[in-house]
């Protein structure tokens, strides 16, 4: 029965890719047409503003600035948004985040600053310019992958703390705070995959209290 649950608990999926810091600008050109490319890690639309009217301050000529987001580290929690921004519909936007889908990859704004060259390119051309756009900018991102973890509150009395400490050290547990007052608390980080048998752990041990962060 442990092996099965072991391999349930294998299956989680606890990661996920991001960027910490915005990327350089990239320059894709198709018939005099120049498409720049922004990768900004976001996760508020209110971020999202932010970073477009920077670059609406920065090229103030130019026509477009389509986009698209991605925000939410677990698959049921994700949310999106692609825009046109005036272009022929479904044809920047979407192709923007069909790279972000492509590149399994989350809290992340890209956007594709275009300046009109003088020839028009088509629905095809222009689905294929802001895809390209979207590529370049996530293929020089620093993509990071991190971790989805659980924040644990422990209390328990001194008594406790051997005891505590040794499932700390046996599981490789991080700590993140601790007060070490009439009693002792800690707030302990467990990967996702981990965290029903840490909880289950600790929660089987007398005189140690174990509740999920933020949690009455």
């Known amino acids: ?21 915005s990327s350089e600008e990239t320059l894709f050109k198709d018939r005099n047409s120049k498409f720049f490319g922004y990768a900004f890690p976001v996760s508020s639309e209110e971020q999202v503003k932010e970073a477009i009217e920077v670059l609406r301050k920065k090229h103030h000529t130019a026509r477009h600035f389509c986009y698209a987001w991605q925000f939410g580290i677990e698959a049921e929690k994700m949310r999106f948004r692609a825009n046109d921004d005036g272009e022929p519909s479904n044809s920047a936007g979407m192709p923007i985040y069909g790279q972000i889908q492509a590149f399994d990859i989350t809290n992340i704004l890209i956007v594709s600053v275009r300046y009109f060259g003088g020839t028009k390119l088509g629905v095809g051309g222009l ?5 390209t756009s979207a590529k370049m900018a996530l ?15 422990l209390n328990f009395g001194y008594d406790m703390m051997n005891k505590v400490q040794r499932v700390v050290k046996e599981r490789n547990l991080n700590i993140t705070a601790q ?38």
């Open 1 to 21: 029965m442990s092996d099965i649950n072991n391999t349930d608990e294998n299956k989680i999926k606890d990661t996920y890719k991001t960027i910490d810091i």
């Open 139 to 153: 293929e020089i991102a620093d993509i990071k992958e991190k971790t989805i973890d659980i924040d644990y509150q």
């Open 179 to 216: 007060k070490l007052e009439m009693d002792c608390e800690y707030i302990i980080s467990v990967r996702k995959k981990d965290a029903q048998i840490v909880f289950d752990i600790f929660d089987n041990l007398f005189k140690v209290n174990i509740k999920v962060l933020g949690e009455e």
């Open 127 to 131: 689905i294929n310019a802001y895809r």
